[in-house]
């Protein structure tokens, strides 16, 4: 048996930039601050409260981080409400051919919170019924690049971490599911192939990975 384990953020639904323009605009209603877009990358796949504390202490500001990540989740919501459809190509095949292999598990391993998570799922027309495990930042005390999460979504899906492989977009995810023992799959969606380098495999798309992609990589 082998699992598949899926990011939310930047692998299955496109929300990097609208959380940047969420997070910016709380910034600026709160703190009356311009934080550049840039600024955010470093923590992408870090989880709300890390992806919001880092710029301020760059900006060298003490932010309330609860008001902050509340006003950002609001912002994050009516800016997600605004887009039909957010997934990536690519994703619905794969999940979906995934859950009907009787020799494989589906799972999701993201940083977000529960609520964030479920809407962003549900605006990138994810079937969550097909999942075995849903492992969300309000489950565990350690964020990427920590691999709790990774080893977390492993345990409930009844597998070792040797035996799953990880899809990621970010560098830090990559360093949490290599570090839990997963194989990884990475997508340039966020980040360059070469930013990327980690990761056993690294695709511009998930529309070229297949099962036999994943398979491949536990079994060579």
């Not at 039909?84 to 292999?101: C, K, V, Y």
Request: charged letters at 25%; a negative charge.
């Amino acid at each position: 048996m082998y699992g598949l384990v899926f990011d939310v953020d930047g692998v299955l639904g496109d929300t990097e930039g609208l959380s940047v323009k969420a997070t910016s605009r709380m910034y600026e209603t709160l703190y009356g601050l311009t934080v550049q877009p840039e600024e955010f990358t470093p923590y992408i796949g870090t989880g709300a409260e890390v992806y919001c504390i880092e710029p301020a202490r760059k900006h060298g500001i003490e932010i309330d981080v609860a008001e902050a990540v509340e006003l950002r989740h609001q912002y994050f919501l009516e800016l997600l409400e605004s887009d039909p459809d957010i997934s990536f190509p690519g994703i619905h095949p794969l999940i979906e051919a995934t859950a009907a292999a009787p020799d494989w598990k589906l799972g999701i391993a993201t940083s977000s919170p529960g609520k964030k998570s479920a809407q962003t799922l549900k605006s990138s027309r994810v079937n969550t019924d097909l999942f075995d495990a849903w492992i969300h930042g309000d489950m565990i005390t350690h964020k990427k690049p920590h691999p709790e999460i990774y080893e977390t979504a492993a345990r409930e899906l009844g597998l070792s971490p040797t035996d799953c492989v990880a899809v990621e977009d970010a560098i830090l995810g990559v360093q949490s599911a290599k570090t839990a023992g997963m194989k990884v799959i990475a997508v340039t969606n966020s980040f360059t192939a070469d930013e990327l380098r980690e990761a056993d495999v690294v695709v511009p798309s998930l529309e070229s990975v297949t099962l036999q992609t994943a398979l491949k990589l536990l079994t060579d």
